[in-house]
């Protein structure tokens, strides 16, 4: 695990728990740090490892002993990231951005993947199969080439112990998910959220590297200041400007 910080240390103190495969380097990630910094958020970015084996010790017990040391305010998680944040048991709110509850399988690998997770190795030979069209048209191919193009059986079967053991949902939470993910189960999620807590948006997996980002993002704003579900879904707006009609930190891209 690694982290990196970024933003004012005397604003509130955000943890975010990155997905599998991203780095605050990435064009996408950067964005939405530094629109999340702008908004008055100390960001605790976390790096989780792309190929552990043991949930427990290599991902949930190092978020929380950090988090805990520094008297985190407000989780947000992404994918992998949502998962262990789902396991952490902190006393603050968490907002989700498609977590991994669930694996996206069909066809003929509804058969062969709980095969392949009884395999007994931790060596990374199985494709991820994630595409840049799955996670949105902004991703750079040199953002999902850095990503490892392999998971290995042991990963996947701790994935899949993690997703079969969650803890039950807590009613503050928000999850946001696209209906056309094709990284993530969407049923799990739908499974696992109430309705009142669940955010649909418009993009791939990652709505940060997505074409409406910017209007998702004013509704997870939101979300990270308290408002319901119900009132995101009713009244998600254009973040093109900000309340006070400032104007936040162009894109780079």
């Known amino acids: 695990m690694r982290v990196t910080q970024h933003g004012d240390p005397g604003d509130d103190d955000l943890l975010f728990v990155l997905g599998w495969g991203n780095e605050p380097g990435h064009r996408s990630v950067e964005w939405l740090l530094d629109r999340l910094t702008y908004e008055g958020y100390h960001v605790h970015a976390v790096e989780l490892p792309t190929n552990g084996w043991e949930f427990e010790r290599q991902y949930v017990n190092p978020v929380r002993a950090y988090a805990v040391d520094r008297d985190i305010d407000l989780v947000l998680s992404h994918s992998t990231g949502g998962l262990v944040a789902a396991h952490l048991d902190l006393s603050v709110r968490n907002v989700f951005l498609s977590p991994w509850w669930g694996t996206a399988v069909s066809g003929l690998a509804t058969l062969f993947l709980p095969l392949v997770r009884r395999l007994p ?8 199969g994630i595409s840049r069209d799955d996670l949105g048209e902004l991703k750079l191919a040199a953002e999902l080439a850095d990503a490892p193009g392999n998971v290995s059986p042991a990963f996947l079967r701790m994935i899949r112990g993690a997703q079969v053991s969650l803890p039950s949902f807590r009613p503050d939470d928000v999850v946001f998910v696209s209906l056309s993910d094709r990284v993530v189960d969407v049923r799990a999620i739908g499974d696992r959220t109430p ?10 997996h990652e709505f940060f590297a997505s074409e409406g980002r910017e209007r998702t993002l004013s509704t997870v704003l939101d979300a990270l200041d308290g408002a319901d579900a119900s009132s995101l879904r009713a009244n998600g707006a254009d973040a093109s400007d900000s309340a006070d009609g400032t104007e936040r930190p162009q894109p780079t891209d």
């Open 121 to 128: 190795t931790t060596k990374a030979v199985i494709p991820s």
């Open 195 to 204: 309705s009142a807590n669940l955010v649909p948006y418009d993009g791939g």
